[in-house]
């Protein structure tokens, strides 16, 4: 809980009280903990589209969860369930990215199945951080129709892939919907990384599919879906505490 902002009563059935505005002090805070994997997020993006060569790609890539995972834990200094789990979301993604950037199928599947175990972590997450057990809006009912489509559209060119590529999907879908489930910036980046991962199977598996904005595209989205989702538990966290 972010000092300076009174608890008020928990309502019985939810994870406390309701959101409250943030003090200056943790917009500050939040602002100065962020602003390193904001800096390095933009450098990326400069070295993915100037051409640059792939250690500097690969190098400042493998650099971007680690930042966020310390923005996080100077953001929220107090440990607490929701910290952990989303600190253990960012850990899985940074070895995904580190397993994606081997070429072949082996390093591809080991890639999916680690972003599978951080999207599992964000599911876990998501249900905590749900209060009082409330449905989920009528709208997130399109993940269920992403899913079905795009699968429709990838198999053809998945082959032995097919199984892995689905079940990675409906744990995306799971976790955007959930997400979608509790508003607000975490709403947004479940959406953007739905966008991300649509977009890189697109280019891994569409055969004809061309697209000369594809890695910005991929990456852009990546990157502001994971740094909003964590903005978004993080303020979610400092404005209704634990129990």
């Not at 962020?34 to 051409?51: C, D, I, R, T």
């Not at 990838?154 to 689905?166: H, R």
């Not at 569409?206 to 852009?220: I, K, N, T």
Request: charged share 10%; glycine share 14%.
């Amino acid at each position: 809980m972010t000092p300076g902002i009174p608890v008020a009563a928990a309502r019985p059935g939810t994870d406390g009280p309701p959101p409250r505005p943030l003090a200056r002090a943790g917009r500050r805070r939040l602002i100065v903990a962020f602003a390193p994997y904001a800096a390095l997020s933009l450098v990326h993006l400069v070295v993915l589209v100037g051409g640059g060569d792939g250690t500097a790609v690969t190098a400042t890539k493998l650099l971007l969860m680690p930042a966020l995972v310390v923005a996080v834990l100077l953001a929220r200094p107090r440990g607490s369930a929701a910290a952990r789990l989303l600190v253990a979301a960012l850990v899985l993604s940074w070895g995904g990215d580190a397993l994606l950037t081997g070429s072949g199928d082996g390093w591809f599947v080991a890639g999916l199945l680690s972003f599978l175990a951080a999207h599992v972590a964000y599911v876990v997450l998501f249900v905590r951080l749900s209060a009082g057990g409330r449905r989920l809006p009528w709208w997130t009912l399109a993940y269920a129709a992403w899913f079905a489509g795009f699968l429709a559209l990838l198999a053809p060119g998945l082959d032995g892939l097919l199984v892995p590529v689905a079940v990675y999907g409906a744990v995306l879908g799971m976790m955007a919907a959930l997400a979608g489930g509790l508003g607000g910036l975490v709403a947004l980046g479940g959406a953007l990384f739905v966008v991300s991962d649509s977009v890189l199977a697109l280019g891994r598996f569409l055969p004809g599919y061309e697209f000369a904005a594809h890695d910005l595209v991929v990456m852009s989205t990546y990157l502001a879906a994971q740094g909003l989702i964590a903005l978004g538990v993080l303020t979610r966290r400092a404005t209704r505490p634990d129990r």
